[in-house]
C-alpha cells in the first residue's frame, strides 16, 4: 500500500506543480528587510494543489521598485534581479509542459515522477523566492550613554586638548548587497527577516565606531559644537570605519547620519573659556583694553562706596596698590608694546597688478571682459592639456600629464620636428 500511495502522490504532485506560478510581493513595510514571496492563488484558480516551495519552469516573477529579488534552490541563491519589472525563471529543474518544447517537457516529467516516488511522492528539492528591501530604512535612534572623548584642536590660539562630550540623533541605513546580506545574516527563513533582529548590533557597533569617527573629524579642526552642521562628514568616516563589518561582511551601508545635540560637560566647556580667554591676553592691545576696563570698574566700585568719603579713598588706594603690585604694568605699556611691534613687523610685500586690460580697455580679474565678453589672452609659452587646463610648465597643474613635444604631425600620423617627415618624407605643410 505504501508504494501504491507513493506513486499516487509522485504523479499527482507532478501533475499538480505543472501550472507556473506567479510570485509578487506588496510593499515591504519598514520594519521588515527581507521576506518570502508569495505565488498568487485566487479562488478560481486551479493551480491550488502545487506543492510548497516548488518553482516550475516558466513561472513569472514580479519585482517592484525599492526590492530586490532573489531564487533560492537547496538553500544557494540561483537567480537574483535588483530591476524592477518582470522575471522569468525559464532554468527550473521543475519541467512545465506549458513551458518550452513540448515533447522534451512531457519525458522530463516522467522522469521527475520517477525522482519523487523515491522520496514518497514528495519533492527532493526546496525551491523559495526572497524580496529584499533595498529601500533606506530610516528611524533608528542613537545615543551615547557614556562621553566620548573629542580632541578639541584651535590653531589661532595654541589649543590642544582632548574632551569628553555626549552626542544622540537618529541614522539610517540601506541594504547595498543583498546577497552578502543573505549569505552572512538572514539565510532560509520561514516567512520575514525583520530589522529588530539586527538593530540592537548595529546600534552597538555604531557606538563603538564614534569614537574614531569623531577622531578624523577633530583633526580637519572641526570643533564639537559644530558637528551638527558637518553630518556628511561623519557619515562618511563611520562607513570607512564600519565598512569591514558592514558593507563587506554584511551588504549595509550608512544612508544618513544626524546630530540633534553635542554636549560636553560642564567641566570641559568651562576649561576651553578660561584658555581662549588667556589666549587672548596674549594680543597687547586686548590686554591693554582689559586692563582700562579693569580700571574703569574699580574705579566706579570706589567712587560708589557707601562707606563715604573715607571708604573712597580707601578704594582707590586699594587700586593703586594693586597696579602697582602688578610689576608696575598699566594700559599705556600694553599700547605702547603692540605698537612696537606693529613697526617691527616687515612691512608686506606690495601685491602684484591684479587683472589684465582688455583691447576694449575694460581692466578684468576674471577669465573673460566683463564688458565685451572677450577671453583672457593666454600667457606666452602656454600650452593647452587635453583635460582642458591651460599651463605653463612641463606637467599640468591639473592631471599631472607631460607637456607634449614640440613638432608637428604628418599625414602618415609621425611626429616630427624637423622640416621633413622622418617617416614618410613629405615636406612640413
Known amino acids: 500500500m505504501g508504494l501504491i500511495r507513493a506513486a499516487k502522490g509522485a504523479i499527482g504532485g507532478v501533475l499538480a506543480d505543472q501550472w507556473k506560478e506567479f510570485f509578487y510581493c506588496e510593499a515591504i513595510p519598514t520594519d521588515i528587510i527581507l521576506i518570502k514571496g508569495q505565488h498568487r492563488v485566487n479562488p478560481g484558480s486551479a493551480n491550488t494543489k502545487g506543492s510548497d516551495n516548488i518553482i516550475s519552469n516558466g513561472s513569472v516573477i514580479a519585482v ?37 518544447p513540448l515533447g522534451k517537457n512531457i519525458i522530463d516529467t516522467f522522469k521527475n515522477v520517477g525522482k519523487r516516488f523515491t522520496f514518497g511522492g514528495q519533492p527532493g528539492k526546496d525551491q523559495r523566492v526572497y524580496y529584499f528591501n533595498i529601500k533606506e530604512i530610516t528611524g533608528n535612534k542613537y545615543g551615547t550613554p557614556q562621553p566620548i572623548p573629542f580632541r578639541v584642536v584651535d590653531n589661532n590660539i595654541g589649543l590642544d586638548i582632548d574632551i569628553s562630550i555626549r552626542c544622540h540623533g537618529k541614522y539610517s541605513y540601506r541594504l547595498t548587497d543583498p546577497l552578502l546580506f543573505y549569505t552572512n545574516v538572514s539565510g532560509n527563513v520561514a516567512q520575514a527577516y525583520r530589522r529588530d533582529q539586527i538593530d540592537a548590533q548595529l546600534k552597538a557597533e555604531l557606538l563603538t565606531a564614534l569614537q574614531p569617527a569623531f577622531a578624523q573629524i577633530s583633526a580637519q579642526g572641526i570643533r564639537y559644537s559644530a558637528l551638527p552642521g558637518h553630518t556628511a562628514e561623519v557619515s562618511a568616516a563611520l562607513n570607512e570605519i564600519l565598512s569591514e563589518k558592514w558593507t563587506n561582511l554584511r551588504g549595509i551601508s550608512i544612508a544618513t547620519f544626524s546630530i540633534k545635540s553635542v554636549t560636553a560637560s560642564p567641566e570641559d566647556e568651562q576649561l576651553i573659556k578660561d584658555l581662549q580667554r588667556k589666549a587672548v591676553m596674549r594680543n597687547a592691545d586686548m590686554a591693554g583694553a582689559t586692563l582700562v576696563s579693569a580700571q574703569a570698574d574699580a574705579m566706579r566700585a570706589a567712587a560708589a562706596n557707601e562707606s563715604g568719603g573715607m571708604g573712597a579713598m580707601m578704594g582707590f588706594m586699594g587700586m593703586n596698590a594693586a597696579m602697582n603690585a602688578g610689576a608696575n604694568a598699566n594700559a599705556g605699556q600694553f599700547f605702547q608694546m603692540a605698537e612696537q611691534q606693529q613697526q617691527a613687523a616687515p612691512a608686506a610685500a606690495p601685491s602684484a597688478a591684479i587683472g589684465w586690460a582688455c583691447p576694449c580697455g575694460e581692466t578684468n580679474t576674471g577669465r573673460f571682459c566683463s564688458e565685451c565678453g572677450t577671453a583672457q589672452p593666454a600667457p606666452p609659452d602656454t600650452w593647452a592639456c587635453p583635460c582642458g587646463e591651460a599651463n605653463t610648465g612641463r606637467f599640468c597643474s591639473e592631471c599631472g600629464a607631460q607637456r607634449p613635444s614640440a613638432g608637428w604631425t604628418c599625414e602618415c600620423g609621425a611626429q616630427n620636428t624637423g622640416r621633413f617627415c622622418s617617416e614618410c618624407g613629405k615636406p612640413q605643410a
Request: charged share 20%; aromatic share 10%; with cysteine.
Open 64 to 100: 517592484a521598485d525599492g526590492q530586490a529579488m532573489a531564487i533560492v534552490e537547496q538553500g544557494q541563491v540561483v537567480e537574483f534581479c535588483a530591476e524592477p519589472g518582470e522575471f522569468i525563471f525559464d532554468t527550473s529543474t521543475e519541467p512545465s509542459i506549458f513551458h518550452g
